[in-house]
């Protein structure tokens, strides 16, 4: 980051798209949105005027502006927190179909195994 605070275009960088910001930065760029618009007195270009003056996407900062407003309970859906737990619980499931995979396809082989063995 720049010393007047806009991030530096990082040219190791294929795609902008692809670009990390830190989270202080995040949340800087929330609270001056908050704050332009208390100014303002008025929402309503807030989240533009913010996200050009730190060098920012205008999507990406209107996403961090609508999850803290989530966060803060202002505003339904999912909490940072809860999206956090869903996705430990997505990855822990797909972890535990593929372990029941492995046993049934070693369940099969050893049935099959068995019945080779038995006399009959």
Same mark, same amino acid.
């Given at each position: 980051?720049?010393?007047?605070?806009?991030? %530096?275009?990082?040219?190791?960088?294929? &795609?902008?798209?692809?670009?990390?910001? $830190? $989270?202080?930065?995040?949340?800087? *760029? !929330?609270?001056? !949105?908050?704050?332009? *618009? %208390?100014?303002?007195?008025?929402?309503?270009?807030?989240?533009?005027?913010?996200?050009?003056?730190?060098?920012?996407?205008?999507?990406?900062?209107? =996403?961090? !502006?609508?999850?803290?407003?989530?966060?803060?309970?202002?505003?339904?859906?999912?909490?940072?927190?809860?999206?956090?737990?869903? =996705?430990?619980?997505?990855?822990?499931?797909?972890?535990?179909?593929?372990?029941?995979?492995?046993? =049934?396809? *070693? %369940?099969?082989?050893?049935?099959?195994?068995?019945?080779?063995? &038995?006399?009959?």
């Amino acid at each position: 980051m720049e010393e007047d605070g806009v991030m %530096a275009h990082d040219s190791t960088t294929t &795609s902008p798209f692809q670009r990390r910001y $830190p $989270p202080e930065l995040r949340e800087r *760029a !929330v609270r001056l !949105v908050a704050e332009t *618009a %208390a100014e303002r007195g008025d929402r309503h270009g807030a989240v533009t005027h913010v996200a050009r003056q730190l060098g920012i996407g205008p999507e990406s900062l209107r =996403k961090w !502006v609508h999850q803290a407003e989530v966060d803060r309970g202002e505003r339904g859906g999912l909490t940072s927190e809860e999206h956090e737990r869903v =996705k430990q619980l997505e990855r822990e499931n797909r972890e535990l179909r593929r372990a029941n995979e492995i046993l =049934k396809s *070693a %369940a099969v082989f050893f049935g099959a195994e068995l019945d080779r063995r &038995s006399p009959r």
